[in-house]
């Protein structure tokens, strides 16, 4: 079955300081994954997602994630937080192929401070 | 803009009552899906309809009903709700049923039920 862990509940950065969010995925099929943002009281946003294209996806908003097979990692990064970015976070994966279950991570807040 | 659009926003029930919450699209989509979020968890897929045809997922207790009258309208209907079911429920839409590289699902932005 596929499942992802997102290592962190939480993750606090400054602003302007890199973010880094993980994720490690389990698969027996070509996954696609995906990274959605929820920020309080909405609905989720599509940052990026790879579907077995390039390994590095770059996505909204400066976010960008690596596709690493040998690590079964799908880490989100960005180089400069800022403010706007205080949200969670979900890592999601879903079959290679075929009707798009998305299963979700746990998920990760992002705080932000001054 | 096209978008998915959720009413209302926030829904208040009494324990067994029940309620109806309304999703519509317009965006011409073939796929409605519903998710329940409960606090600090992570959404989980309670059913979705392929233009009329409709799947549950296997865990999706009875109390559970959908509608989905006509492409851009799809109502979840609790019949008697508990207060285990107070979550934000989240609908979304996408073209199709696959990963086509544009086929990414779209969400609204949630109606929060609370349970008395």
């Known amino acids: 079955a596929q499942s992802v862990t997102q290592l962190d509940s939480h993750v606090s950065v400054s602003e302007g300081t890199p973010v880094l969010l993980r994720c490690n995925y389990s698969?027996?099929?070509?996954?696609?994954l995906f990274w959605y943002v929820q920020h309080p009281n909405k609905g989720l946003q599509l940052l990026l997602k790879?579907?077995?294209?390039?390994?590095l996806v770059k996505g909204i908003n400066g976010f960008e994630a690596e596709f690493k097979k040998s690590e079964t990692s799908f880490h989100l990064t960005k180089p400069s937080a800022h403010m706007s970015d205080a949200a969670e976070y979900f890592c999601v994966v879903t079959l290679g192929t075929g009707f798009q279950k998305l299963v979700f991570g746990t998920g990760t807040r992002l705080l932000v401070s001054p | 803009d096209a978008m998915v659009i959720q009413n209302p926003r926030y829904q208040v029930t009494q324990f067994g009552k029940p309620v109806t919450l309304s999703c519509s699209q317009t965006l011409n989509h073939n796929v409605m899906y519903w998710y329940q979020q409960k606090s600090s968890q992570a959404p989980k897929l309670l059913f979705h309809?392929?233009?009329?045809?409709?799947?549950n997922e296997a865990d999706t207790p009875d109390n559970f009903q959908s509608r989905r009258p006509n492409t851009s309208f799809c109502f979840l209907d609790i019949r008697s709700p508990g207060l285990g079911d107070a979550a934000m429920y989240l609908c979304?839409?996408?073209?199709?049923?696959?990963?086509?590289?544009?086929?990414?699902?779209?969400f609204g932005p949630g109606t929060r039920l609370t349970v008395l």
């Open positions: 309809y392929y233009d009329k045809d409709f799947n």
């Open positions: 790879y579907t077995s294209a390039a390994t």
């Open positions: 979304a839409t996408s073209r199709d049923l696959g990963l086509a590289e544009h086929n990414e699902q779209f």
């Open positions: 698969s027996s099929y070509s996954p696609s």
